[in-house]
């Protein structure tokens, strides 16, 4: 193990990688964001995560959620993911759910689960709104994640109520390009590793990474309302 983790033991120390062994994350939705999540925290020495989603993998999602190739097509989504997970990195206990938020709520709650984060790859309000929810009841903090066209906001949610930031709508997303998705995932999974290896985390705030009329990328930060 300390060869796998050689590199991330440069940067923290043999101490703090392998508490991570202790850490339990859940992964709410198995599509883009989750599959560039689970990669990038699949392989960081998390000892237990869970992956969430109903869906199966369609060809037309496969552009984008890396995770899967065209011979996943019709598989569920969470179960191509867990395997995927487990061929590269064996110290993770890895549990696949084929189920939507409300099954994972009434799971979690029947068999008492305490997780250490909660991170948001859905793809709609209702739902982030629900797990923002459940975050409040279990005490738990969520990072929350979206991606449209070429733009994406994310926030490490601890006190305050996405609801209070967001209006909560049916809207569907529009078309989304590739790099943004594996962008937004790369920065929900350095604010995780950062929170679970005790480094500092800014929370209640939301990153908002966009690309301006120029073509040149730039992060808007805003800090959130917590009373």
């Known amino acids: 193990m300390q060869e796998y983790f050689s590199r991330q033991i440069k940067l923290w120390g043999e101490e703090i990688q392998n508490s991570l062994q202790d850490k339990k994350i859940a992964i709410i939705g198995c599509g883009g964001l989750g599959c560039s999540l689970g990669i990038a925290l699949g392989s960081s020495g998390i000892g237990h995560i869970t992956l969430v989603d109903f869906d199966e993998v369609g060809i037309h999602n496969i552009h984008r959620q890396i995770a899967f190739t065209t011979k996943d097509n019709g598989e569920k989504k969470s179960e191509v ?3 995927l997970l487990k061929n590269r990195c064996d110290y993770a206990d890895i549990t696949a759910l084929d189920m939507d938020f409300d099954g994972f709520v009434k799971y979690t709650q029947h068999d008492q689960i305490k997780y250490d984060l909660i991170l948001d790859a859905t793809d709609n309000l209702p739902t982030r709104a629900s797990i ?7 005490n738990t903090p969520w990072i929350y994640g979206s991606v449209e066209e070429f733009h994406g906001q994310v926030c490490f949610f601890d006190k305050a109520s996405f609801e209070d930031v967001f209006q909560i709508t049916n809207r569907i997303p529009k078309g989304i390009a590739t ?3 594996m962008n937004i995932a790369s920065l929900q999974a350095n604010l995780a590793l950062r929170y679970l290896t005790n480094l500092s985390v800014k929370k209640d705030f939301l990153y908002y990474c966009f690309f301006d ?3 040149i990328f730039k992060t808007q930060n805003f800090s959130l309302p917590t009373s």
């Open 213 to 215: 009329n120029d073509g």
């Open 132 to 138: 923002n929810n459940f975050s409040k009841q279990q």
């Open 81 to 83: 993911l867990k395997k």
């Open 179 to 181: 790099p943004i998705v």
